[in-house]
């Protein structure tokens, strides 16, 4: 009887997990180089079920989302399997969110203040914005390359672990250069967030917790049921 | 503690902020130089908020927290000029601006517009703030000329038009290093690098008489993201309705 109350409470917990991820995608639906999470139960092994909250799980849904035009020279999107490789602090982080701009030093960084990283490491530091890129990242101030940007792919893909739907973190040796990997510039990478998709997996996941509600008023019903039961018996 | 209150909540006010953003645009769609605003959507991550903070562990804790909202000025995109035929009317082809003093005696930036003699003679905005080419236009002059390469003569009665003054051009490294003041003008950040040119050299571009530049607002791809913005945020609001229902569903579990 006791797992009953675990496994609401579980269905309970992870719903409301589930709804947090959704809200999360929702929120997102216009940033760029987004990838939306997918929550996923992994399946529990025989009768040593942990609660269910431990064994809800998120995975990027890593497709390409539709490139569109901006304009802005430092709107970089990239085309194919890859990452740019930024720095925040002294952590290695990779991300396809392509929206950069020149902080007062230079440096080439994300609106979260991450530092975006030459091919080969160190932090690229442009004089300027109005410069061109090409595809395979090379950049030309006046026809003249100053720099060029890294664009990396894992070899294994559970490598990578994501902080959220942009961002991700991986062991530098993890990563290796990416060879299908196509810069756009004057252009963002949409975010794949279905907005579909993501209105029906929240109304999934109430009615998954009216469940998991119901189950506790069931075992509260069982319960009182057999108070009174036993109660009658022992007069 | 639930999450997808607070995302939600978030995803709602950057929403906005776009929203704010577009309406601006959208109300200056007229605005002869203006620059429309874009919105810059980006993931925020929970521990992410200072990025100076150094932190070696990253798998406690971390967790998506919404999505912020920025905007950036589209300054090097250029408006269509438009012919008005006024001889005060002066519009840049390119991406240089013209310098103007400011009421305290700092130097603005100017992306062109109709000008105007002061009543202390000098050539001026027509808010009244002289150019800072000092050019003193005489009284009895009937019309000016601005050539393309930035001279300014003024013709006074029947005779040829003499030369009063040159308007030079600036050009910013970074349109990231100019704020946006009203009326169209702008102001560089300090440290910012500006390029002195003569019109038509080092890509200031040129100086045209009798034109306007149009706002670079496209009344289209506003609204296409008008639209989106819209349903984004009645998205964030069913979220905010979901949530709220898995807490009534908690409340209800004591009957």
């Excluded at chain 1, 994501?162 to 196509?182: F, H, K, R, T, W």
């Excluded at chain 2, 040829?160 to 290093?177: F, H, R, T, Y």
Aim: proline share 4%; aromatic share 4%.
């Amino acid at each position: 009887m006791q797992g009953l109350i675990e496994s609401a409470s579980g269905i309970l917990s992870a719903s409301e997990r589930r709804l947090e991820n959704i809200s999360n995608n929702v929120s997102n639906i216009s940033t760029p180089g987004f990838k939306r999470q997918i929550s996923f139960e992994e399946v529990m092994s025989g009768r040593e079920a942990e609660s269910a909250e431990s064994s809800l799980r998120h995975r990027p849904d890593l497709s390409q989302g539709q490139l569109s035009r901006t304009g802005n020279p430092l709107d970089l999107a990239i085309s194919g399997a890859g990452f740019f490789r930024l720095r925040a602090g002294d952590e290695i982080l990779y991300s396809r969110h392509g929206q950069f701009k020149i902080a007062p030093d230079g440096t080439v960084v994300t609106p979260q203040g991450h530092v975006l990283q030459q091919s080969g490491g160190g932090d690229l530091v442009l004089e300027r914005s109005a410069v061109e890129v090409l595809e395979d990242g090379t950049i030309l101030d006046e026809a003249r390359p100053v720099g060029r940007i890294g664009m990396y792919v894992a070899a294994d893909p559970a490598a990578m672990r994501p902080l959220g739907g942009s961002i991700y973190a991986a062991a530098e040796d993890a990563m290796e250069d990416a060879p299908a990997a196509a810069l756009r510039q004057g252009m963002v990478e949409a975010s794949n967030v279905v907005l579909g998709d993501e209105m029906v997996a929240m109304m999934a996941t109430v009615r998954q917790a009216e469940g998991g509600a119901r189950l506790v008023q069931i075992y509260d019903d069982l319960l009182g049921r057999a108070i009174t039961t036993f109660g009658q018996g022992g007069k | 503690m639930n999450g997808a209150f607070h995302i939600a909540a978030i995803g709602l006010g950057a929403q906005q902020r776009a929203l704010d953003t577009i309406a601006n645009n959208i109300s200056n769609v007229n605005t002869p130089a203006f620059k429309r605003s874009g919105v810059r959507f980006s993931e925020m991550l929970a521990t992410r908020a200072d990025p100076a903070a150094v932190r070696t562990d990253l798998d406690p804790a971390v967790s998506p927290a919404g999505v912020m909202a920025d905007t950036l000025f589209m300054l090097d995109e250029a408006g269509k000029l438009e012919a008005t035929g006024r001889p005060y009317d002066v519009a840049i082809d390119g991406h240089g601006f013209i310098e103007v003093m400011g009421p305290g005696g700092e130097t603005l930036l100017w992306r062109g517009g109709g000008l105007k003699v002061g009543e202390d003679g000098l050539l001026a905005t027509a808010k009244g703030l002289p150019l800072k080419a000092a050019i003193t236009v005489p009284d009895d002059a009937t019309t000016i000329e601005i050539g393309s390469d930035g001279v300014v003569r003024a013709k006074v009665g029947e005779a040829d038009a003499v030369e009063i003054g040159q308007i030079m051009l600036v050009k910013a490294d970074d349109s990231a290093a100019l704020q946006r003041l009203d009326g169209g003008f702008y102001r560089a950040e300090e440290g910012a690098r500006l390029l002195d040119a003569q019109p038509g050299e080092d890509g200031v571009g040129l100086l045209v008489q009798g034109a306007l530049e149009g706002s670079n607002v496209e009344l289209t791809a506003e609204m296409v993201q008008l639209m989106m913005v819209q349903r984004s945020y009645a998205a964030n609001a069913q979220i905010v309705q979901a949530a709220d229902q898995l807490m009534g569903i908690a409340n209800n579990l004591k009957r």
